[in-house]
């Protein structure tokens, strides 16, 4: 007899005992009172778990919190869940279901995996919280938040694998089926999902090697990123660029593309060409002799690294000096200020020499022979003439309109005339053809003509 037989025969013996003594059914006090009895366990349970934990927020000690956390609410969880199996196992021994005692205890078990799982992730959430803000009294260092997220997400995965393949074995699938469908299974999956397993192995090397951290400024130019990161995750990076949207970066480009970190510098670099006329050319190393001396005096301007002013190179137009140097100050706001007050002590240097800045400038030069004032002259006459030309074309145009508007004037008289014509001649005919029907009229033999011997007057 192993122990489940046991356990079977002292569970049938109590719920007939529990039967003879309330004159109930055994099949339903034995239920209820394993109801009950969850939830008295659950009501401690509340009470007391929730002490603890109040007490241990407090603790020096980064675990006992976070273990007292995780198992919090899954542990009164399975309280319920176990209550629930064994009543429903009694009930149906007594109905005579042989299969359902088999299916509730796989179910129990998948039941108390799960439960395990969730316990598992609320533990890791909480210690990684406890990693990177430990508690006040807590001696340890605080770990940097890409450490910590990595260590719990590497954690939490080989727990979800490890409590996958002992559900399936629970199912009753064997360990070496799922070794030999994972061997054909991997190559399957590798090949449709590889550039997921190639973000994900990028994230980890991320993670390993941090070659940069949440909150750090990054940009590589090779993919036009550039902004803060806000999380990174094992397929994808969060960057939250300047410009104000986010850019999800997958984590394989970081192992093929090189990343710049800003927020690491130690300095900035000050870098600038001060161009002066070639009329200057006298004052051009008094000039860089006062820049460098200010630049040594500068607070702001770290005397450890380089400082270069020289007079680099004669430019197209301008004597060109380069201002080369590095700043204490890292960040980009307070840096342009910094850069700001220099060039405009610059300023000040290159009027204190009686030297200008120089701007693009072209020089005419004269032949031999040809003096200044002459050559004035003849561009003004050129100019003057250029302005008669104009004045003259100017005129003819407006004479030309002129000839133009009198014409059309012209044309309308004309056209006015002939109308006139044509209704006097019209007027005239009308009028002849009045007057030969009035004179048609009189001629005509009227009544008189032809009454009495039809003779007429001589």
Not at 383 to 398: F, I
Request: one cysteine or more; proline letters at 4%.
């Amino acid at each position: 007899m192993n122990i489940s037989d046991s356990a079977t025969n002292l569970l049938s013996s109590l719920q007939t005992e529990l039967g003879q003594w309330l004159h109930i059914p055994g099949w339903i006090v034995f239920p209820a009172l394993i109801m009950l009895a969850a939830v008295i366990i659950d009501i401690a349970l509340h009470f007391v778990l929730n002490r603890m934990e109040r007490r241990l927020r407090d603790s020096p000690r980064r675990w006992d919190d976070p273990i007292l956390h995780g198992l919090r609410l899954p542990l009164r969880w399975w309280v319920w869940a176990t209550a629930l199996m064994v009543s429903l196992g009694v009930v149906g021994e007594h109905f005579g279901i042989e299969r359902l005692t088999t299916v509730l205890s796989r179910l129990g078990a998948l039941i108390t995996l799960l439960l395990v799982a969730w316990g598992g992730i609320r533990l890791f959430r909480r210690l990684e919280q406890r990693l990177v803000f430990p508690p006040g009294n807590c001696h340890a260092k605080p770990v940097d938040p890409t450490s910590a997220s990595a260590l719990t997400k590497i954690v939490g995965a080989v727990m979800i694998v490890t409590l996958l393949l002992i559900g399936l074995q629970i199912l009753g699938v064997s360990m070496s089926s799922i070794l030999a469908m994972g061997g054909f299974g991997g190559l399957v999956i590798g090949f449709a999902a590889r550039d997921v397993i190639a973000n994900f192995f990028g994230g980890m090397v991320v993670h390993l090697d941090k070659p940069f951290v949440v909150g750090d400024w990054i940009r590589s130019p090779e993919r036009q990123i550039e902004g803060i990161v806000e999380d990174i995750g094992w397929r994808l990076t969060t960057v939250r660029t300047f410009a104000g949207p986010p850019l999800y970066v997958p984590n394989a480009w970081f192992s093929q593309i090189s990343v710049e970190t800003p927020t690491r510098m130690v300095s900035r670099r000050l870098w600038e060409t001060i161009s002066l006329r070639y009329q200057d050319i006298g004052a051009v190393e008094n000039v860089a002799r006062d820049i460098r001396n200010m630049l040594l005096k500068h607070e702001e301007i770290d005397q450890d690294e380089l400082i270069t002013v020289n007079f680099a190179t004669f430019g197209q137009y301008s004597l060109d000096i380069i201002v080369y140097a590095f700043t204490h100050e890292t960040d980009w706001q307070r840096f342009h200020e910094i850069k700001q007050g220099i060039l405009l002590k610059i300023r000040d240097i290159i009027d204190e020499r009686g030297a200008e800045l120089a701007i693009p400038a072209s020089r005419i030069y004269l032949p031999e022979g040809i003096e200044k004032g002459s050559f004035e002259k003849e561009s003004a006459e050129k100019e003057e003439s250029e302005k008669d030309r104009a004045e003259q074309d100017d005129s003819r145009n407006d004479s030309a309109r002129r000839d133009d508007v009198e014409s059309e004037n012209v044309e309308c008289q004309d056209a006015e005339y002939e109308s006139e014509q044509r209704r006097t001649r019209q007027g005239a005919s009308s009028r002849t053809a009045r007057q030969s029907q009035e004179g048609n009229r009189r001629t005509a033999p009227g009544p008189s003509d032809t009454d009495g011997d039809g003779e007429g007057d001589a």
